[in-house]
């Protein structure tokens, strides 16, 4: 069965946005972009809420046609054309983007779906209102914290509705010379 992976940068405080969506205070370098995109390349369709799914839409694209691209810019926006996209939105209904599927509903039956179909893993980048309705519904299967060191003091949380106690078993951690750490923890199964 595919997992379902989450990455996400957060506060220390466990923030991933401050109180109006601010994410200026995230730190990514080209040495995050290269860990990354290791990870990324273990996944073959990416998952996102209506929000990020637009604003990646709006980038990766023609990212890599831009006369400045960097490597990871040429890179991501490689993977990005590639792979199946999924979108959890309620107002998206009837959209017909190319190499795009939207779930409006029974959230449950549709990613256990998507687990169940061949290939490697599902990424779901940020997306915090969907993060939370997986997380609801205990779907997710890693999580990938890049914690940034700042203190927000508030904004969006990195976990809300959780339905029940889900037990975490930490994998792997790494620390970035910039101060972030990634905490790569993997859901234990009942």
């Not at 990424?123 to 969907?130: D, L, Q």
Request: overall charge negative; aromatic content about 10%.
């Amino acid at each position: 069965m595919r997992k379902l992976v989450l990455f996400m940068h957060t506060s220390l405080d466990g923030f991933v946005a401050g109180p109006n969506g601010e994410m200026d205070w995230i730190h990514v370098d080209e040495e995050i972009f290269d860990y990354a995109g290791e990870r990324t390349n273990q996944s073959d369709t990416a998952l996102y809420g209506r929000v990020t799914y637009q604003m990646m839409e709006a980038y990766w694209p023609t990212a890599a046609d831009q006369p400045e691209a960097t490597r990871h810019d040429i890179e991501h926006s490689k993977w990005y054309k590639s792979v199946p996209k999924v979108v959890l939105s309620k107002t998206m209904q009837g959209s017909t983007a190319p190499n795009t599927k939207i779930i409006v509903g029974n959230l449950r039956a549709e990613i256990n779906a998507l687990k169940q179909a061949p290939g490697k893993e599902i990424v779901i980048f940020g997306s915090p209102g969907a993060a939370h309705s997986l997380m609801a519904e205990n779907l997710i299967d890693d999580y990938w914290l890049f914690v940034n060191p700042i203190l927000l003091g508030q904004g969006i949380p990195v976990f809300k509705n959780i339905q029940q106690i889900t037990a975490l078993k930490l994998v792997a951690s790494h620390v970035f010379p910039s101060g972030v750490i990634c905490l790569h923890y993997e859901r234990i199964r009942e």
